[in-house]
């Protein structure tokens, strides 16, 4: 034929030609002209030693591959920074490159992106550190190194690892029966009480996380004293739903009984206790607990805030994390949700933030985003609703879209003119951080116009098209004889509403941060026995933990940045118990920056999607993007 030329770029390109050409599947006349040909030494035929020793809970590695008969070796760091970065080649000097065929970047994946590097630079040998809970990747690679050495015995480790089954007979509850699906995690939790530090359990909201932990309390009881710390607004619920599903246990509610003596606790005993109390009274828990609960753990998602701190000081043998959102805006939190409960199984935050969260929550992740699902796979559970409930109720979601009338209009649009004044003037002086402040906090009053402007100036005597909007629909439910949840992050627009539908002659329940935990019991009680036709709370204080299964209809009066946050809410109607098909409203001011955070839910699903179902990425917002916000009706005009 006529014949074709080229060239390659880069190491990996003109080592894989020349392995075709020596190969030549197609029998055809090759001809290149090139200086010293490298030579490449596939990983069968060269010398691998691994060496293992251990630390307390970490193993110590060193290996080394090299040619056979040669002195220059690969350090195991090397190899494993090639594998991180997807390359087949690795330099060894002398114009040797080592090949690693897709077989051994496939066995030695896990370890590469569980392994932890020494942090001291310049030292030269320093082994690579690997968690003992990555043992399974330590076995996994041991069949590709021949020689082996150290003060581990990987036969033991080998046959731990290896025998590592599902409980055969997953504990029972008491009264009541367990769902196939929570047997499973039942056994999955017990499964890795008897080698690992502890579990994140996360379940979709309103699948049973409280009745699968009961379960696991049951079986642990003859351990001794457990401790389940919760959000304040649900600590009761645990003292409750314990006493319902596993009432051999001795349950002892902290926030109304501090005086316990908890050092004479013993075996069957269950202290309940808010994060609050934890911070404040540290010194009260101070003992050994061999069962420690963390619910709504996403409360902890602030490794540096004293709340994480107090929970990190206290002495447990095995801890259980639940948390229907382990991560909702970003990977850090999900970083120190799994630190608290597995410390140091993804490394340090500084490593993490390079190896993962930057890669993840940037444009180049697929490789980072499937080690970190492998690396949690087995430490953290997550079924959805769609997937194990087949029989629950349909949920309808609706955006209820309302105009605002002139004057709220003209209040809006002058606000917003004014804060895009202010910010298209850039100062220097300014950091990119405190910008970003600045523009929420403005964001937040905007927010709180198209909700009512009463909200933001007390002078404002007219009426809000939202309320409006809600009155009418919650009357409508009314005659239906339908109850409803109502949801707001403002308590001031939650108390206006809830004036403004007792003056229609509705029965309002209503709740936020300031009522009282022994309060918000009877408040639950009455609304669940019928005392209330709608049920007006704070969706920071009620969001969660709450079983509110009478409502058939949510309200959200005000989009919140984080879909979880109103998913959380959603599930207080929409979970096991309810036997009517759920409709969630949002009531929406059109043309407003509320619509724009709609289209930032679907970014932040994403991200949650990404890292616990593996499925896409997202990237965090940049003031720009916030400046966007501010924009919106301008964008929405077409202006």
């Known amino acids: 034929t006529g014949g074709a030329t080229g060239t390659t770029v880069g190491l990996e390109a003109t080592l894989a030609l020349l392995d075709f050409a020596d190969a030549n599947p197609l029998e055809i006349r090759i001809e290149m002209r090139s200086g010293m040909r490298p030579t490449t030494v596939k990983w069968e035929r060269a010398e691998a030693q691994l060496s293992v020793d251990r630390s307390q809970q970490w193993f110590a590695l060193r290996a080394s591959v090299g040619a056979a008969g040669s002195r220059t070796k690969v350090p195991l760091g090397d190899i494993l920074q090639a594998i991180r970065d997807a390359q087949r080649y690795v330099p060894m000097g002398d114009s040797r490159y080592l090949e690693l065929t897709s077989e051994v970047r496939e066995a030695l994946l896990p370890m590469a992106f569980a392994a932890v590097e020494d942090d001291e630079p310049g030292e030269e040998g320093a082994p690579i550190r690997l968690h003992e809970g990555f043992g399974s990747a330590l076995v996994a690679a041991r069949a590709y190194f021949g020689a082996l050495e150290g003060g581990v015995d990987l036969d033991a480790i080998e046959a731990r690892f290896g025998k590592r089954k599902r409980v055969r007979t997953p504990a029972k509850i008491e009264r009541g029966e367990l769902r196939d699906y929570q047997r499973d995690g039942v056994g999955w939790m017990q499964s890795l009480a008897t080698w690992a530090p502890g579990c994140v359990l996360a379940d979709d909201m309103g699948l049973g996380k409280t009745v699968q932990t009961a379960a696991v309390l049951l079986a642990r009881k003859k351990l001794g004293p457990a401790l389940v710390v919760a959000p304040a607004s649900v600590s009761f619920n645990w003292k409750a739903e314990l006493s319902r599903f596993a009432p051999s246990l001795r349950v002892h509610w902290f926030n109304e009984d501090r005086e316990l003596a908890i050092p004479e606790l013993g075996a069957g005993d269950v202290v309940v ?10 010194k009260s828990f101070a003992r050994q607990w061999p069962t420690l609960v963390l619910d709504e753990v996403q409360y902890l998602k602030n490794h540096l805030a004293k709340r994480s701190t107090a929970i990190r000081d206290l002495s447990r043998d095995f801890t259980i994390a639940l948390s229907g959102t382990p991560m909702e805006n970003h990977l850090g939190e999900l970083w120190s949700v799994v630190n608290l409960v ?49 029989e629950l109720p349909p949920r309808q979601d609706i955006v209820e879209y309302v105009d605002l009338d002139a004057e709220e209009t003209r209040r809006y649009e002058n606000f917003r003119h004014a804060c895009e004044m202010q910010f298209s003037k850039k100062d220097r002086r300014v950091t990119s951080a405190q910008q970003k402040i600045q523009i929420l906090a403005a964001l937040t009053r905007l927010r709180q116009l198209a909700c009512h402007p009463g909200l933001v100036d007390a002078s404002f005597t007219g009426e809000s098209s939202k309320l409006k909007r809600l009155r009418t629909l919650c009357l409508e439910l009314r005659d239906q004889r339908a109850a409803a949840l109502i949801f707001s992050q403002f308590t001031t627009l939650l108390g206006r509403a809830r004036i403004d539908l007792e003056h229609a002659g509705l029965r309002v329940g209503y709740l936020d941060g300031a009522t009282p935990l022994g309060e918000r019991r009877r408040l639950v009680d009455a609304f669940q026995a019928g005392a209330f036709d709608v049920f007006c709370i704070s969706l920071t204080a009620g969001g969660t933990g709450l079983n509110l299964t009478r409502a058939s209809y949510v309200v959200h009066l005000d989009p919140w940045w984080n879909p979880a946050v109103e998913e959380q809410a959603n599930a207080r109607a929409h979970r096991m118990g309810q036997d009517r098909a759920v409709t969630a409203y949002r009531i929406v001011a059109r043309g407003t920056i509320e619509e724009g955070i709609l289209s930032l839910h679907a970014r932040k699903r994403d991200l949650v999607a990404s890292v616990l179902d593996g499925k896409s990425t997202t990237t965090p917002l940049a003031p720009e993007e916030l400046l966007d916000l501010l924009r919106f009706r301008e964008t929405l005009d077409g202006t």
């Open 342 to 390: 597995f410390p140091g199984l993804l490394g340090s935050e500084p490593s993490f933030r390079a190896r993962f969260r930057q890669t993840i929550e940037g444009h180049d992740s697929a490789p980072s985003l499937g080690a970190l699902n492998l690396l949690l796979r087995p430490f953290l559970l997550r079924r959805t609703r769609a997937e194990v409930l087949a």
């Open 273 to 282: 206790v808010s994060y609050g109390l934890v911070q404040k009274r540290a």
